[in-house]
């Protein structure tokens, strides 16, 4: 009974001290107020920050080359490996000369042999027809027939000579050669193969390297040439490189709904390389001494946006507008200032007029 009674006074006595804790709240100080609230703050600083609009791509060479044979042929011999740097008009295959483009050619020496006689018959019967004619042994009608016959000839030689020159170049088209200074990517030619209907190599200038990308609708107002550009590379740990906008369409494609865009990487130091894929990142808008503040410090409310600053050792709480947000940073256009304390930890129960103590995050 005396156990019972006991425990019965501990329950009651421990109720009526948890009642009187609630009925009195949290510490307060001797002023009657709440302690103050621990709280990060930082110093508004003029910031840049970016509009930012990414997209995948795989980059290219500025210039590119699949190197198909202009004649069918034989492959008699590859003259480079894959990776070499060539120049301009460098010889790379060498195709044996096929049997048609030979008889094109003795062909078309034999037509300028055969016109260049009917040319020098045709001026002969000429000049003797102005002699006789001047001798009064011709007639002007047998004169101007010479002359249209002499004429013809000529023609025929200048067709016989047009017909040796393209079965000339139909022989040189025998060596396949670079178009331009780069270097060799793939080669497909192998010898004994036929050149016929395949590319033969394939050269690159890495001298500049261009991603073509597709960006959203929205940015269509915002693109222009001159932007500034860059790409992330996976294969390369990340590594970033800078580029330009070169080129950006003024309409949206039909097909995909984004806007076309080229952007050029000149300074690559050689690594990136043509057909690595990367993320290509375009600042659409840039904003410089403006007031830009992690997104995690602002409030949003049912009306708009907050941030909490500290003013007098007391937190004030202000309205303020947004502009543009950029990778985890918010633009502020109106509510604070440049040397404003701004609240950057412990904000999010923080109420407007509390005491406030500022600590070191």
Same mark, same amino acid.
């Given at each position: ?11 009651? +006595? ?14 307060? *100080?001797?002023?009657?107020? %709440? ?6 703050? =930082? ?11 990414? &997209? ?12 198909? &044979?202009?004649?069918?042929? %034989?492959? $008699? ?7 070499d740097s060539v120049l301009a008009g460098?010889? @790379?295959?060498?195709?044996?000369? *096929? ?44 004169? =101007? ?5 002499? =004429? ?22 025998? !060596? ?11 080669? !497909? ?5 036929? +050149? ?21 609708? %929205?940015?269509?107002?915002?693109l222009r040439p001159g932007l500034p ?20 369409? +003024? ?13 050029? /990487? ?5 690594? @990136? ?21 992690? $997104? ?8 708009? /946006? ?5 003013? *007098? ?45 500022v600590v070191d995050r």
């Amino acid at each position: 009974m005396i156990s019972f009674r006991r425990t019965r006074a501990f329950i009651l +006595s421990t109720a009526a001290a948890a009642v009187l804790t609630v009925a009195c709240g949290p510490p307060q *100080d001797a002023e009657g107020e %709440k302690p103050p609230v621990r709280v990060a703050v =930082e110093v508004v600083q003029p910031r840049e920050i970016s509009s930012i609009a990414y &997209a995948s791509s795989r980059v290219e060479g500025l210039e590119e080359a699949l190197i198909y &044979a202009m004649t069918p042929g %034989k492959v $008699e011999e590859v003259l480079v490996s894959e990776g070499d740097s060539v120049l301009a008009g460098q010889r @790379l295959v060498r195709l044996s000369t *096929d049997q048609q483009v030979s008889a094109g050619t003795s062909s078309a020496v034999a037509g300028i042999s055969a016109a260049q006689a009917n040319v020098d018959n045709a001026s002969s019967n000429y000049q003797r027809m102005q002699s006789l004619y001047e001798a009064g042994g011709a007639s002007a009608q047998q004169v =101007e027939a010479a002359q249209a016959a002499l =004429e013809a000839a000529q023609a025929q030689l200048s067709q016989a000579r047009a017909g040796y020159a393209q079965a000339q170049t139909a022989r040189d088209n025998s !060596w396949i050669t670079a178009p331009f200074d780069g270097q060799v990517g793939r080669i !497909w030619a192998r010898e004994g193969n036929s +050149s016929s209907g395949t590319p033969l190599v394939s050269i690159s200038n890495n001298s500049a390297i261009v991603a073509r990308i597709l960006l959203p609708e %929205k940015d269509l107002l915002n693109l222009r040439p001159g932007l500034p550009a860059y790409i992330t590379v996976s294969a390369l740990n990340d590594e970033s490189f800078p580029g330009m906008v070169t080129s950006a369409s +003024s309409t949206v494609d039909q097909l995909s709904g984004l806007v076309p865009v080229e952007v050029r /990487f000149d300074e690559t130091r050689g690594r @990136l390389r043509p057909g690595m894929a990367g993320r290509v990142a375009v600042l659409t808008e840039t904003y410089e001494n403006t007031i830009a503040v992690p $997104e995690s410090v602002v409030r949003r409310t049912q009306t708009g /946006f907050q941030l909490a600053v500290v003013e *007098d050792g007391r937190a004030v709480v202000r309205e303020v507008e947004v502009g543009i947000s950029s990778d985890g940073m918010v633009q502020i256009t109106e509510g604070i200032s440049f040397g404003d304390s701004l609240v950057v930890g412990g904000q999010s129960m923080l109420q407007d007029g509390a005491r406030v103590e500022v600590v070191d995050r």
